[in-house]
């Protein structure tokens, strides 16, 4: 009979005594099991679950082979926590700290010590200043200071001017401990999300080119909090007054600003309000930058104004150029998102990466028209991908912790992203021979191309260049084959045991391969020196696989060699082992050989006799694969090549989804079928008599 579902076996441990097992009863009252444990005063003693309190709340959560721990009640601990921490004894004050930072987030805990005025305590501490200002004794107290106001318990409005003037002081000072920066900026950051009045005083203390400054720095931890703050601030700012803050009394450099803009610290900015912005097609300075784009492409004729002769003209460059409504291309950006940002983008790929702007558009002037690449089109709808992807311009997400530091790198990082994206773009076009119809099409897989990459987070934009470069077309194929193989319905124990089946008949197909194509033979170049005539010498196994014969040939042969020609031979009883790169004989004889790589990389050896070997250097690394794996195979060992890896997984994978090619779109159970109870009567038998 199974136990009841409300009572729960844990085992319990505290200090000077052996951990003891129990039957925990959720509906018996905590003071009584506490009694009965501790053989005292329930008033002092509390159990623990890990370093929370447990409470009439919490124990529900308690769950079969829990380890709990008896100790001190909270209202005790609070009490002696708080009497080391007003000590003269800076190690038991400092050993105080730590302990009070790790029960603060238990809220029992954070109650009772923010009765006996702890918190002000810590504040007091912390206003003190300098005579208290000792690295990790002050990062505890901030730490343990935050995990109380956490709680809720105590208003933040009642945080003093000078608490946050100290606290502010941590943020600006050029050199501070990391652990006491990154408190003193999530405090902060509490302060302007849980208080107006607090906002404007953080606000006043805290420039928001001091913050910037910190977003520089190599700790990714203090950039993010950094960030966080910025975010807070704008989140909190009037809309008229957004500018201010992030320029400050003085500007600021437009690199920053394109950092935090992309970063996605910045709720309103430019970024934003370029892609929420549309494009007016009767505004003269808005369609001067797309004739601008036609005339870096095109021609070196910056007067806009012309002939009908020369509008045609216009019209024709626009089409080439890609955009979907040649006649007045302005109206391609009349859409929102991406608005303006797109042809921001277009532009400074035209000004800054001239070469590579001509370049795309012109290639795809000159392609088959059904094979040719939009680039305006493509552009917009890039531009508007990056923003969903970075999700520009969306309220700021505390649960995400996305961070990119790449963007940290350029003056204009967000320019230059599109940029890298635009080129990866027209490349896997040209891999997927695409055309207008497949437009949806290629942009699915640049999406998913961008987003792999991001999330390897390159630490710069020549990484991520690097990293998109290997993503190709055919390896985004690979990558999802593999991925649709390591799905769970290819995990469950039947798909297992079914590859399990197939495998050793796979291995058998590819040795049997191997051995035919020893029995086909390869012919090998002698090695020697480099000035005398290049001489050949050819090897094969005989077709009953028992001999290996060989011979010298005057020249490379342009088919299967016939035995006869074959005068030396080996019996494969005889080979006593297979030795690859320096290992060989002829690797450690010559030590010109043994330093090129790639000679070293294609050698291998036959020992037939304990002085004697044949010695081999492939053509290629396919050679060297087929040629160790056949003789691994004749002397009974296993098939360890990197083509036969290769190959096992190909013909694994085609086999699989031949086998399950009637099982598709059907759920396949985990256990098979419980086989059925045996009829009660066997009196439905036929009788043919």
């Known amino acids: 009979m199974p136990p009841p579902s409300d009572i729960v076996k844990v085992a319990i441990e505290w200090p000077g005594a052996n951990a003891q097992l129990i039957e925990f009863d959720q509906k018996k009252p905590l003071a009584s099991i506490i009694r009965e444990v501790s053989k005292t005063d329930e008033l002092t003693r509390s159990l623990y679950n890990n370093s929370s309190v447990i409470s009439l709340i919490s124990r529900g959560d308690i769950k079969n082979g829990t380890i709990?721990?008896?100790?001190?009640?909270?209202?005790?601990?609070?009490?002696?926590?708080?009497?080391?921490?007003q000590s003269h004894g800076i190690d038991a004050r400092l050993e105080a700290l730590k302990e009070l930072a790790k029960l603060s987030a238990d809220p029992t805990f954070a109650t009772e010590f923010i009765n006996m005025e702890g918190l002000a305590t810590l504040a007091r501490l912390v206003e003190s200043g300098t005579q208290y200002d000792f690295g990790e004794m002050l990062a505890f107290t901030l730490t343990a200071f935050l995990e109380l106001m956490d709680h809720g318990i105590v208003s933040w409005d009642l945080i003093s001017v000078s608490f946050i003037k100290q606290i502010a002081g941590y943020v600006n000072q050029p050199m501070v401990d990391v652990s006491i920066l990154q408190r003193s900026l999530a405090i902060l950051e509490s302060m302007v999300l849980n208080s107006h009045s607090l906002y404007q005083r953080v606000a006043q203390e805290t420039p928001v080119a001091q913050l910037i400054a910190h977003l520089q720095v190599s700790n990714q931890e203090i950039q993010t909090y950094a960030i966080a703050l910025i975010n807070a601030l704008f989140l909190k700012t009037p809309e008229d007054r957004r500018q201010h803050i992030i320029r400050g009394n003085r500007p600021v450099k437009a690199e920053m600003a394109h950092q935090l803009y992309v970063l996605q610290v910045l709720t309103f900015n430019l970024l934003e309000e370029h892609m929420m912005t549309k494009m007016d097609p009767n505004d003269q300075t808005q369609r001067d930058i797309i004739f601008e784009l036609r005339r870096i492409a095109f021609d070196g004729d910056n007067d806009p104004s012309g002939t009908e002769k020369r509008k045609a003209i216009y019209t024709k460059d626009y089409k080439m150029l890609g955009f979907t409504n040649p006649v007045n291309p302005a109206m391609d950006f009349t859409q929102t998102p991406p608005g303006m940002l797109a042809l921001d983008n277009m532009l400074y790929l035209a000004k800054v990466h001239?070469?590579?702007?001509?370049?795309i558009v012109l290639e795809n002037c000159s392609r088959e028209d059904k094979h040719e690449c939009p680039f305006g089109r493509s552009a917009i709808e890039l531009t508007r991908m990056l923003c969903d992807i970075l999700q520009v311009g969306e309220l700021p997400n505390e649960g995400c912790n996305d961070f990119h530091p790449m963007f940290f790198t350029h003056e204009h990082a967000w320019e230059e992203f599109f940029c890298v994206c635009i080129q990866l773009l027209n490349k896997t076009w040209k891999e997927m021979r695409a055309t207008a119809e497949d437009f949806n099409k290629v942009m699915t897989v640049v999406r998913e191309q961008i987003t792999r990459a991001l999330a390897m987070k390159p630490p710069s934009l020549e990484q991520l260049r690097v990293k998109l470069r290997s993503l190709s077309y055919s390896e985004i194929l690979r990558l999802r084959q593999s991925e649709r193989m390591s799905q769970d319905d290819f995990q469950s124990p039947p798909i297992i045991e079914l590859r399990e089946r197939i495998q050793p008949e796979i291995l058998e197909l590819i040795k049997q391969q191997r051995l035919n194509r020893l029995c086909e033979g390869s012919c090998f170049r002698k090695l020697g020196n480099r000035r005398r005539q290049e001489k050949f010498w050819f090897c094969r196994l005989s077709l009953n696989h028992k001999v290996l014969h060989y011979g010298d040939l005057d020249e490379s042969p342009q088919g299967e060699v016939p035995f006869e020609l074959l005068t030396d031979k080996i019996p494969v009883s005889d080979i006593k082992a297979v030795l690859t790169g320096k290992d060989c004989p002829h690797m450690k004889?010559?030590?010109a050989l043994k330093q090129n790589k790639e000679v070293l990389e294609l050698a291998f050896s036959v020992l037939y006799d304990p002085d004697e070997a044949l010695n081999f250097v492939a053509p290629s690394k396919y050679e060297y694969c087929i040629w160790t794996d056949g003789l691994s195979a004749l002397l009974g060992k296993e098939?360890?090549?990197?083509?036969?890896?290769?190959d096992l997984d190909t013909l694994m994978s085609m086999e699989m989804k031949l086998r399950l090619l009637d099982l598709e779109n059907i759920a396949i159970p985990e256990a098979p079928p419980p086989v059925p109870k045996e009829p009660s009567t066997y009196n439905f038998t036929y009788n043919y008599g």
């Open 68 to 85: 709990l721990r008896l100790a001190i009640s909270p209202m005790r601990a609070a009490r002696q926590l708080l009497e080391r921490i």
């Open 354 to 359: 001239q070469d590579t702007y001509i370049r």
């Open 589 to 591: 004889e010559k030590s």
């Open 639 to 646: 098939l360890g090549s990197d083509l036969t890896r290769s």
